[in-house]
């Protein structure tokens, strides 16, 4: 059964920085592309950003060249670095296969909230 337990989250004033973490088991993490994505309140899920295994990256014009994507096989780990941040970037975020689908086990998630 795979787990997905995101951290990292937390309270920022806008223009600061965090960085999320997503520690996957359960599956064979090196071979799936991996996503972060957020859902703000009242909206739909959305990808944020995604990363194939071999590290290439792919990015929502709403965060390109704030944030980073980036995996560690090893540790079965994928991260998101938040620079730049907006009151806008204010979600919960989420972690998971990319793309994913209908029936798949989504983590708790973490709280991200930019505010002044």
């Known amino acids: 059964q795979v787990q997905l337990v995101e951290s990292g989250g937390g309270l920022v004033q806008p223009g600061g920085s965090l960085r999320l973490s997503c520690a996957v088991s359960?599956?064979?993490?090196?071979?799936?592309?991996m996503g972060w994505y957020r859902q703000a309140p009242g909206k739909q899920r959305e990808l944020v950003a995604h990363?194939?295994?071999?590290?290439?990256?792919n990015y929502a014009d709403s965060v390109k060249g704030r944030f980073t994507i980036s995996r560690d096989n090893a540790k079965n780990t994928v991260y998101l670095q938040m620079n730049s941040l907006k009151p806008e970037d204010t979600a919960v975020y989420y972690c998971?296969?990319?793309?994913?689908?209908?029936?798949?086990?989504w983590g708790q998630g973490t709280q991200v909230t930019v505010s002044s």
């Open positions: 998971n296969r990319y793309p994913s689908y209908h029936g798949d086990y």
């Open positions: 359960g599956s064979i993490f090196s071979i799936y592309r």
């Open positions: 990363i194939t295994s071999g590290g290439s990256t």
